[in-house]
């Protein structure tokens, strides 16, 4: 009954509804639980759908930072036509433009040309780094971790947050039927007014003062309206879908969790938020050590094989006239060389440069833990402040049904005697006021225990504490 109100609120006419609650329609309307509501937003919210991507770039980084130990392998071809004139005296290419053509130094210039060639493979190797590659595969496997706790921490907030939001837009609801019901009694008394007013049985004052509470229900009706509608809104976005209308479950909410009386707490490093703050300084520490690497050499094997080819024979530098330009025999390879070695590479300034971004990085680590500390703290304190929650909404829950009771009965005697001449307008819609409000704060309270188990959830760091308790 209260869902399919929900879903026709907009409907000011009672009777007009109750033909809308009798359709077979309304009666066949899926409800959305709180279960489904989670699931659906955990898989279309853009944030989740970003951080996810952004764990599979990390892994990505890790396979790349992996493949650093292998060695750099490169394999060369080129096949030239161009005159090998050459000069005693010094040359830079500058800017990679200097031509690499070798030949006699004559004292004249000639204009004799064939093709040449070269073929190259070349083997670089940095076979020993002193924990430089490891340390990139480290610091690649820490962002990797860092990017999947960021995830976790991010899907247990969205969860939370839709939760909340589901239990907003349920009082919302339940709000939005107790004015209808406030609306109700104040059109049954006017008519009751108005009647013996038109029969000179009470002062005509009466009916306007009772059409007047009529127009005041009316507004509380359709300001509960507009903030179902907002709380609505709010749990389409999170739940990264369009404005719909929402039939929801309100079963579970109207009996106590059982869970509700287990003390609050956290397991030690196993909440999302601290997880991830964690997984940050790992990766900040792993950064300040791979610094501190760089500072030291390179050890190097290498390996050179070429062979080259030529149009100018070896009688050039006598006969310059000992060259051909048959294309064939200029890159047809008739000399080879290979060249094998083992280096080092230290460059001593890396030093001065990379002692201070070490030490900076260190710092960065420090201010990482203090966060991770205050993060702490605010669990711990949520934790606590959790428990007081749940004592207050289990207080306030018993004592809901013994205000709604007396107000109820307020109401009935006080409207029974002024029907009978015996009380006042006034004194009527004081106890209308009172039940209307008695009502209101029943709805909330209920609503306030559920609140209050999704806190310990939240702070604890496990939204199952939750879930478990929800049919």
């Known amino acids: 009954m209260i869902f399919t109100k929900k879903l026709f609120h907009h409907k000011r006419s ?93 004292d004249h210039q000639n204009w004799n040309a064939a093709f040449g060639a070269l073929y190259l493979a070349n083997l670089n190797w940095d076979f020993y780094t ?10 690649s496997k820490a962002l990797l971790g860092q990017n999947e706790n960021d995830l976790e921490q991010e899907q247990f907030q969205h969860q939370v947050r839709v939760a909340s939001a589901y239990l907003n837009l349920l009082a919302a609801q339940r709000l939005t039927i107790s004015q209808q019901r406030n609306l109700d009694r104040a059109n049954t008394f006017r008519t009751t007014a108005v009647t013996r007013a038109i029969n000179g049985l009470i002062p ?36 990264g879908i369009v404005n719909a209308e929402f039939v929801l479950d309100s079963t579970f909410i109207k009996q106590i969790p059982a869970s509700i009386f287990k003390p609050a707490t956290s397991k030690e490093k196993e909440h999302p938020t601290l997880k991830f703050y964690q997984s940050r300084i790992n990766a900040s520490t792993e950064q300040a050590k791979y610094y501190r690497r760089m500072m030291y050499p390179n050890l190097s094997m290498f390996g050179i094989i070429q062979g ?19 294309y064939g025999t200029g890159v047809t390879p008739t000399r080879g060389n290979y060249l094998v070695g083992i280096g080092v590479n230290w460059n ?30 605010q669990i711990k304190a949520q934790i606590a402040l959790a428990d007081i929650k749940i004592k207050n909404a289990m207080d306030n829950y018993n004592e809901a049904p013994i205000q709604v009771k007396a107000a109820s009965d307020a109401y009935l005697q006080k409207n029974t005697l002024y029907n009978n001449g015996l009380a006042t307008i006034v004194e009527v819609t004081q106890t209308l006021y009172a039940l209307n409000r008695a009502e209101t704060d029943r709805d909330i309270i209920y609503n306030n225990v559920w609140q209050a188990l999704l806190m310990k959830a939240a702070a604890s760091g496990d939204i199952n504490i939750f879930l478990n308790e929800v049919q």
């Open 130 to 139: 002193f924990g430089k590659v490891r340390e990139r595969i480290k610091i």
């Open 348 to 377: 001593l300034t890396s030093i001065l440069r990379f002692s201070p971004q070490a030490n900076s990085q260190k710092l960065v680590s420090e201010a990482m833990q203090n966060e991770y500390d205050l993060a702490d703290q």
């Open 204 to 239: 005509g004052v009466d009916s306007s003062f009772a059409n007047a509470e009529v127009s005041n229900a009316k507004i509380a009706l359709t300001k509960a309206h507009d903030f179902e509608q907002e709380q609505a809104n709010r749990l389409t976005v999170l739940m």
């Open 14 to 106: 009672l009777l007009f509804l109750s033909v809308l609650l009798s359709s077979p329609f309304v009666a066949h309307t899926q409800v959305l639980t709180i279960k489904q509501a989670i699931n659906q937003a955990t898989e279309n919210y853009g944030t989740i759908k970003a951080k996810a991507n952004y764990v599979g770039a990390a892994k990505l980084s890790v396979e790349q930072s992996k493949r650093e130990y292998l060695p750099n392998l490169t394999i060369s071809a080129q096949q030239d036509y161009g005159t090998v004139n050459g000069q005693n005296g010094p040359l830079f290419g500058f800017g990679g433009f200097g031509v690499a053509s070798s030949g006699l130094p004559l």
């Open 308 to 326: 080259r080819g030529s149009g100018f024979s070896a009688a050039y530098t006598q006969d310059q006239t000992a060259f051909t330009r048959n």
